[in-house]
């Protein structure tokens, strides 16, 4: 059995425990808020909660969700949490500022996110495009400009001549190619000995 102790003790622990879990940060989810206002622009005022549905503009904590075919140009500058495009959508930022915190989700032909303007831009931690879905002057934003197109150099290629051979002209053959160095050695002694004889007769 707990002596009182023991219980007051652990009557204190169980109320800190519940004290620390009621001043915890609330977890934030993204809650979904579907775009019901046609074609018109998408303002961050109180006058235009009419345009969502549930009844409230998206904000840092929400999922901005068109699903509609419909051409809505961003009126201000906006933060949410997530958005998701499908159904034919075009959104256009114009010269505003879209942050998304979370994942910017194209889905279904003809659903385009256009970022237009000047200094339009949007800022979010993943894009994914699937099939259908386009985006829009994505890689040429602000004041970006290319060079100008130029061809590219046209190079003449090398000409190989052939090598032209001179023509090898058989020679007759002298009849002492296969004679070996005794041979020749032999066929000069006889004749120098021939020519002492001749030298000694003629004395």
Not at 5 to 21: G, K
Not at 33 to 38: D, H, L
Not at 111 to 119: E, P, V, Y
Not at 128 to 150: F, K, L, M, Q, R
């Amino acid at each position: 059995m707990l002596s009182a102790n023991r219980v007051r003790f652990a009557r204190f622990v169980l109320l800190v425990s519940v004290l620390m879990e009621s001043n915890a940060a609330p977890q934030l989810y993204a809650l979904p808020r579907t775009w019901i206002g046609g074609n018109v622009n998408w303002n961050e005022t109180a006058g235009a909660d009419a345009n969502w549905n549930p009844n409230t503009e998206p904000d840092v904590a929400d999922e901005a969700i068109f699903n509609t075919a419909n051409s809505v140009n961003l009126g201000t500058n906006n933060s949410i949490q997530a958005m998701t495009m499908s159904g034919g959508i075009d959104l256009l930022t114009n010269d505003f500022d879209l942050t998304v915190d979370g994942l910017v989700q194209l889905n279904g032909a003809s659903t385009t996110l256009i970022i237009g303007g000047a200094a339009g831009s949007i800022n979010a931690d993943n894009v994914t495009i699937n099939s259908g879905g386009n985006v829009g002057n994505a890689i040429s934003v602000g004041d970006t400009t290319c060079a100008p197109w130029s061809p590219e150099p046209v190079y003449d290629e090398p000409v190989y001549e052939e090598p032209v051979y001179e023509e090898v002209v058989a020679l007759p053959s002298t009849g002492v190619g296969g004679v070996d160095a005794s041979a020749i050695f032999a066929l000069v002694s006889a004749a120098g000995a021939a020519a002492a004889s001749f030298g000694l007769r003629r004395r």
